[in-house]
């Protein structure tokens, strides 16, 4: 069974700070559905690039307030049929001719909190001129 190993980013932050009495950080093993497993003894190292395909299909998604679902399937069956138009695959893009696939929810504080941080950006910069 082949794993991703990664350690707890708040283990990794104690250590960077420079406290040596904490234990070692833990480990996390995370299994990706299809990566690795065994068909006859064979492994298929193909799999974990075509899950982080996967994964930042999803993110791009979730960035956009989509459906993860519906956009998802719709983009995989666009790109096995070989469509020459990419473009119009990318989230943004996607989400015009598909408005009933746009999450609504929070969707006004999300903007408001973005607003929010560039504000503070703003002011920063401002101050460190």
Not at 2 to 16: G, L, N
Not at 40 to 53: S, Y
């Amino acid at each position: 069974m082949s794993t991703i190993e990664t350690s707890c980013p708040r283990a990794e932050k104690r250590i960077a700070v420079g406290q040596p009495r904490y234990p070692s950080p833990p480990r996390i093993r995370i299994r990706i559905a299809g990566e690795g497993s065994d068909t006859g003894g064979e492994r298929r190292p193909a799999a974990g690039p075509r899950a982080a395909v996967l994964f930042t299909i999803l993110a791009g998604a979730k960035r956009h307030h989509l459906e993860p679902w519906a956009y998802v399937t719709d983009v995989l069956v666009k790109l096995a049929a070989e469509t020459d138009d990419l473009d119009a695959l990318l989230p943004d893009r996607w989400a015009l001719p598909h408005p009933e696939h746009v999450l609504n929810y929070r969707l006004e504080e999300s903007r408001q909190k973005r607003a929010r941080q560039k504000a503070k950006r703003t002011a920063r910069r401002r101050a460190g001129q």
